[in-house]
């Protein structure tokens, strides 16, 4: 590693004065990924802007028609927090199902989409719900928030406040891990709204979390795992690398929603 300045941030608008007055700085949250590839010399901040200490971030709200979680909020708190699990069962057990213990108790909510991480569950789940992001500067809806691999919407000094994702009627996700990674090599998240059925795949799209579409009007057809039997997902923009091929994936991509509508309430974590 190299020389970089550490700031403890108390407050938003002092985290946000910090970036400004910085060179080229960093936001760090649980540093699951950024101190990582600080290591790997693949990010090379010149300060490091900690987020933790800021009461404002964390936290769990859940309305009739939202859940908001604050960006701190770590994957452990959101699987084991009773009124999640009560609107949405399907979310707590995704955040449960995130890597392990440690990871869970370090990693966040807004690092996570922050990061769009292709192969992350948490884009999946909130491209799947829809909703939208509350930062410091604005509202980013679910669909703008995700913009490529590794790229989000954020400005320069952005910070995720909260995440507001939206209560569907019911929800089911399913996903296929990467043997030594442990990643999703691909994952499904499949949510019955009031405006109609939304699919969210995450782990095979060469810009990484997206809907897709054929599943979602084939569903809205006839809600039922039969509805996808004739449906052929193209491979043309997956991803294909050293763990699956993209003809693999856009076969997964399939079963996968087959699983996560028989599963409608809860994931299915296929190893
Ligand atoms: C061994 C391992 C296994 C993992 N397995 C999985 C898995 O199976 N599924 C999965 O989904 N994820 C997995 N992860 C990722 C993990 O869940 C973390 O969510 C992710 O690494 C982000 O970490 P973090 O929250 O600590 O963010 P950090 O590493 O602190 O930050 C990540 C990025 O987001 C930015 N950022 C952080 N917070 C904010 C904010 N509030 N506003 C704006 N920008 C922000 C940072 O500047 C940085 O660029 C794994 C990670 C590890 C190390």
Same mark, same amino acid.
């Given at each position: 590693?190299y020389?970089?300045?550490?700031h403890?941030a108390?407050s938003?608008?002092q985290?946000?004065?910090?970036?400004?007055s910085?060179?080229?700085?960093?936001?760090l949250?649980?540093?699951?990924t950024?101190?990582?590839v600080?290591?790997?010399?693949?990010a090379?901040?010149s300060d490091?802007?900690?987020?933790s200490?800021i009461d404002?971030?964390?936290?769990?709200e859940?309305?009739?028609q939202?859940?908001v979680?604050?960006?701190m909020?770590?994957?452990m708190?959101?699987?084991?927090n009773?009124d999640v699990?009560?609107a949405?069962?399907?979310?707590?057990?995704?955040?449960g199902?995130?890597g392990d213990?440690?990871v869970?108790?370090?990693?966040?909510?807004g690092?996570?989409?922050?990061?769009?991480d292709?192969?992350a569950?948490?884009?999946?789940?909130f491209l799947?719900?829809?909703g939208?992001?509350e930062?410091?500067l604005?509202s980013?809806?679910?669909?703008e928030?995700?913009?490529?691999m590794?790229?989000?919407a954020l400005k320069p000094?952005e910070i995720?406040k909260r995440? +507001?994702? /939206?209560?569907a009627?019911s =929800?089911?996700?399913a &996903?296929?891990r %990467?043997?030594? *990674?442990?990643?999703? $090599?691909?994952g499904?998240?499949?949510?019955?709204?009031?405006?109609g059925?939304?699919?969210a795949?995450t782990?095979a799209g060469?810009?990484?979390?997206?809907?897709?579409?054929s599943?979602?009007?084939?569903?809205?057809q006839?809600?039922?795992a039969?509805?996808?039997?004739?449906i052929?997902i193209s491979?043309?923009?997956?991803i294909?690398?050293m +763990?699956a /091929?993209?003809?693999?994936? =856009?076969n997964?991509? &399939?079963?996968? %929603?087959?699983? *996560?509508?028989l599963n $409608?309430?809860?994931i299915?974590n296929?190893k």
């Amino acid at each position: 590693m190299y020389p970089t300045k550490y700031h403890k941030a108390n407050s938003l608008e002092q985290a946000f004065e910090l970036y400004k007055s910085s060179q080229d700085a960093s936001f760090l949250s649980g540093g699951h990924t950024l101190l990582p590839v600080m290591k790997q010399g693949l990010a090379a901040p010149s300060d490091l802007i900690d987020l933790s200490f800021i009461d404002e971030l964390k936290g769990i709200e859940v309305t009739p028609q939202t859940v908001v979680i604050s960006s701190m909020t770590r994957h452990m708190e959101v699987a084991g927090n009773k009124d999640v699990i009560r609107a949405v069962p399907c979310l707590a057990a995704l955040a449960g199902s995130i890597g392990d213990r440690q990871v869970r108790f370090k990693g966040t909510i807004g690092g996570s989409l922050a990061n769009n991480d292709p192969a992350a569950d948490y884009p999946a789940g909130f491209l799947g719900l829809g909703g939208h992001v509350e930062t410091n500067l604005r509202s980013i809806a679910a669909e703008e928030f995700f913009v490529s691999m590794f790229q989000t919407a954020l400005k320069p000094g952005e910070i995720i406040k909260r995440v +507001h994702l /939206s209560i569907a009627k019911s =929800a089911g996700y399913a &996903k296929f891990r %990467a043997a030594a *990674a442990r990643y999703s $090599m691909v994952g499904v998240f499949v949510a019955r709204t009031e405006l109609g059925t939304r699919v969210a795949v995450t782990g095979a799209g060469q810009s990484g979390v997206y809907r897709e579409k054929s599943l979602e009007a084939a569903l809205d057809q006839k809600f039922d795992a039969t509805s996808l039997e004739s449906i052929q997902i193209s491979p043309q923009d997956l991803i294909e690398d050293m +763990h699956a /091929s993209s003809v693999y994936r =856009a076969n997964l991509i &399939k079963v996968l %929603a087959k699983h *996560a509508v028989l599963n $409608m309430g809860g994931i299915v974590n296929l190893k």
